[in-house]
């Protein structure tokens, strides 16, 4: 059996749990500073002032990573179908309806936890449909009920508060 079809290889390392964890809530401070940049400024501002805030921090990074010393032999890497640059698209857009949203009654506990059903309906359909570069993969029930769990939750987390 090699090491890709063991059970082992396919189970995620604590560290990426942990970072994915973290992620989240990166994202929810940034949902929440770019909401009150909306707020004052309006969603297209909060928009422009993420992605030239963001702009610039990358070029620090980058600028930051040439510095270190380079390892021997270097290999090239394969380029991105041209597609895969739409992604600032879609972060633009994100920004931009997270930054109303966040400021209405679905508040930021709301706007994230209806994010997330729909990133993961999102995320059943290009594993199903092999979109974007993906691999098939067909949707088990569980991937079904946990959607469901995560519905019924943002339902909680909107209409339970009275």
Do not use: C
Not at 81 to 89: D, F
Not at 102 to 122: D, E, R, Y
Not at 136 to 147: G, N, S, T, V
């Amino acid at each position: 059996m090699s090491s890709l079809s063991s059970s082992s290889a396919l189970r995620p390392a604590p560290l990426h749990l942990l970072l994915a964890f973290a992620s989240g809530g990166l994202l929810t401070l940034m949902v929440d500073f770019n909401g009150l940049v909306g707020l004052f400024g309006g969603a297209m501002y909060s928009s422009w002032v993420a992605h030239g805030t963001g702009t610039v921090a990358a070029l620090i990074f980058l600028a930051l990573l040439r510095l270190r010393p380079r390892s021997g032999a270097t290999t090239e890497k394969p380029r991105a179908p041209l597609w895969a640059y739409l992604g600032g698209v879609s972060g633009a857009l994100t920004v931009t309806l997270t930054s109303t949203t966040v400021n209405t009654p679905l508040a930021l506990s709301g706007t994230l936890a209806l994010g997330l059903a729909g990133q993961v309906l999102f995320s059943l359909a290009a594993d199903r449909w092999g979109l974007f570069g993906l691999p098939k993969r067909i949707p088990r029930i569980k991937d079904f009920a946990a959607l469901a769990l995560i519905f019924a939750g943002s339902m909680i987390i909107i209409f339970g508060q009275g």
